[in-house]
């Protein structure tokens, strides 16, 4: 879930769009409303309209800043690792 309990969209940039390297899966929150020219993941990457793929399911490289950014808030997420 996104922030405000929304939904979120697990996506990739197609092939061909960005290198291999660069085709992590994003989070991106899905509005609410009409759809606007582009969303923004929550690491801040614009996904613009036919440059990307929404993803059925986890697989793929995450990417790691928006990751960060879904992480709840708070030290306790580390606390009992290791």
Not at 41 to 60: H, K, N, Q, T, W
């Amino acid at each position: 879930m996104g922030e405000n309990g929304g939904m979120l969209a697990l996506v990739r940039l197609r092939r061909g769009v960005v290198g291999e390297s660069r085709r992590v899966c994003h989070l991106i929150p899905v509005p609410a409303g009409p759809v606007p020219g582009h969303l923004t993941a929550l690491c801040g990457e614009s996904i613009f309209p036919g440059e990307a793929e929404v993803l059925d399911g986890l697989r793929g490289m995450p990417c790691h800043a928006c990751l960060m950014q879904s992480a709840p808030a708070g030290g306790d997420l580390l606390a009992n690792a290791g």
